[in-house]
T-cell receptor, first 115, second 114 residues
Framework: AQKVTQAQTEISVVEKEDVTLDCVYE???????LFWYKQPPSGELVFLIR??????QNEISGRYSWNFQKSTSSFNFTITASQVVDSAVYFC????????????FGTGTSLTVIP | EADIYQTPRYLVIGTGKKITLECSQT?????MYWYQQDPGMELHLIHY???????EKGDLSSESTVSRIRTEHFPLTLESARPSHTSQYLC?????????????FGQGTRLTVV
């Protein structure tokens, strides 16, 4: 079974604080892709990152960084020095092979950055 | 910026009406999806398509139907809208030809059935 768990439903931080959004996944596949999406109030989901299960290197993009730990089936997302524009719902997703590019989404974490 | 468009953005309609939610993409993607997003934020896959003349039901049972006559167009139809259909509907597309790739999403249609 494929499953993605985002245990944090809502998080509030004060601007400039760092915040980490947790993502834990379950799959029996040995190869798979993991994603993070951002959903601002406008409604669309914006792609942030894709990670292949073979690549456990952490990635940094500006104020965003991702920590992929295959041993604990986690793919956490950290925003450094948060800004009000980071306020959104963030979704983690899993896409295993042989599923025709199916996506399994977590329930999302709503982040509010307070000025 | 993704080239996938949904219309209308917002729709308020009476019970029993037939509605069609439009979704078009200009990226030539074979795979397209419809997700229903309830107020609790969770995304549920209701339909997907591998290409022209291919449609499949997703994990969440839905009374809606879809069609895929052209690669770029994947409309969703509700024959008789009910208040339980009130939700946000998100259309997406992807190009799995080179492996699992990200899905590109439209801005969604917020449907309210009164």
């Amino acid at each position: 079974a494929q499953k993605v768990t985002q245990a944090q439903t809502e998080i509030s931080v004060v601007e400039k604080e760092d915040v980490t959004l947790d993502c834990v996944y379950e799959t029996r596949d040995t190869t798979y892709y993991l994603f993070w999406y951002k959903q601002p109030p406008s409604g669309e989901l914006v792609f942030l990152i894709r990670r292949n299960s073979f690549d456990e290197q952490n990635e940094i993009s500006g104020r965003y960084s991702w920590n992929f730990q295959k041993s604990t089936s986690s793919f956490n997302f950290t925003i450094t020095a948060s800004q009000v524009v980071d306020s959104a719902v963030y979704f983690c997703a899993l896409s295993p092979p042989n599923t025709g590019n199916q996506f399994y989404f977590g329930t999302g974490t709503s982040l509010t950055v307070i000025p | 910026e993704a080239d996938i468009y949904q219309t209308p953005r917002y729709l308020v309609i009476g019970t029993g009406k037939k509605i069609t939610l439009e979704c078009s993409q200009t990226m030539g993607h074979d795979k397209m999806y419809w997700y229903q997003q309830d107020p609790g934020m969770e995304l549920h896959l209701i339909h997907y398509s591998y290409g022209v003349n291919s449609t499949e039901k997703g994990d969440l049972s839905s009374e809606s139907t879809v069609s895929r006559i052209r690669t770029e167009h994947f409309p969703l139809t509700l024959e008789s809208a009910r208040p339980s259909h009130t939700s946000q509907y998100l259309c997406a597309s992807s190009d799995p030809g080179t492996g699992n790739t990200e899905a590109f999403f439209g801005q969604g249609t917020r449907l309210t059935v009164v």
